[in-house]
């Protein structure tokens, strides 16, 4: 029998730690989404406003923010509201006509849930790089001469910030020379619907490669 004097070793709680680290990121990771969105609903809420093709437009006062869209809402600077049948208006209806937005929010919602893998965050990006060359693709199919909304696409996004949770004017300024290969290309259809599905296995893998046992 055993030496009842001898007390047993004191085990770690490993996973009660990492649980805690993990559940901390968590908090963080929504902690700044919510404060995201209560800027935009402040932004939304005290934005001058038009109404055209069933969306709401919003006036951005700050210069430093480039024009965004998310939801029904789309944000344009006073410049650019003023002319509703303009490149930055068709870009952003593009993303609000194909509902990029919910993309964006189940993204973010996994990067909230797998915060410590970064395949999470490169997964969002890649989708959201997806979002901007639909939404150039529309321009140009509409007769928008390319190497003008080419130049207004650098001059703008050089000069101004996107919202990281809205699809933005200037989104991923790394991307532009992609952007701008992308828009010089005569893709078929059959290439636009590939880039268009590609965000979903992205994700997926994303979760599986979380749920698979080491």
């Given at each position: 029998a055993?030496?009842p004097?001898?007390e047993?070793?004191m085990?770690?709680?490993w996973?009660?730690?990492?649980l805690a680290?993990y559940?901390?990121?968590?908090i963080i990771?929504?902690?700044?989404e919510?404060?995201?969105f209560i800027r935009l609903?402040?932004?939304i809420?005290?934005?001058?406003?038009?109404a055209?093709d069933?969306i709401?437009?919003?006036?951005i006062?700050?210069?430093?923010?480039?024009p965004f869209s998310?939801?029904n809402?789309i944000?344009?600077?006073?410049?650019?509201s003023q002319d509703?049948?303009g490149?930055i208006?068709l870009?952003?209806?593009?993303?609000?006509?194909?509902r990029?937005?919910i993309?964006?929010?189940?993204?973010?919602l996994?990067?909230?849930?797998?915060?410590?893998?970064?395949f999470g965050?490169?997964?969002r990006?890649?989708m959201k790089?997806?979002?901007?060359?639909?939404?150039?693709?529309?321009?140009i199919?509409?007769g928008?001469?390319?190497?003008?909304y080419?130049?207004?696409?650098?001059?703008?996004?050089?000069?101004t910030?996107?919202i990281?949770?809205t699809n933005s004017?200037?989104?991923?300024k790394?991307?532009?020379r992609?952007?701008?290969l992308?828009?010089?290309?005569?893709r078929?259809?059959?290439?636009?619907?590939l880039?268009?599905v590609?965000?979903m296995?992205?994700?997926?893998?994303?979760?599986?490669?979380?749920?698979?046992p080491i």
């Amino acid at each position: 029998a055993g030496d009842p004097t001898v007390e047993p070793a004191m085990v770690f709680p490993w996973v009660a730690i990492a649980l805690a680290v993990y559940l901390a990121g968590v908090i963080i990771m929504l902690g700044r989404e919510i404060a995201a969105f209560i800027r935009l609903f402040r932004m939304i809420s005290s934005s001058e406003k038009t109404a055209k093709d069933g969306i709401t437009v919003c006036l951005i006062t700050d210069n430093a923010t480039a024009p965004f869209s998310w939801g029904n809402f789309i944000f344009l600077h006073y410049t650019d509201s003023q002319d509703l049948s303009g490149c930055i208006y068709l870009h952003e209806k593009s993303h609000t006509d194909k509902r990029h937005w919910i993309d964006v929010l189940l993204a973010d919602l996994l990067c909230i849930l797998i915060w410590y893998n970064p395949f999470g965050r490169m997964t969002r990006r890649l989708m959201k790089l997806n979002h901007e060359f639909e939404a150039d693709s529309s321009v140009i199919n509409s007769g928008i001469d390319t190497y003008d909304y080419q130049r207004l696409l650098v001059t703008k996004a050089m000069e101004t910030r996107a919202i990281q949770f809205t699809n933005s004017f200037a989104a991923d300024k790394r991307a532009f020379r992609k952007r701008v290969l992308i828009m010089n290309r005569k893709r078929s259809s059959r290439r636009t619907m590939l880039l268009a599905v590609w965000a979903m296995p992205a994700i997926f893998l994303a979760v599986y490669a979380v749920a698979s046992p080491i």
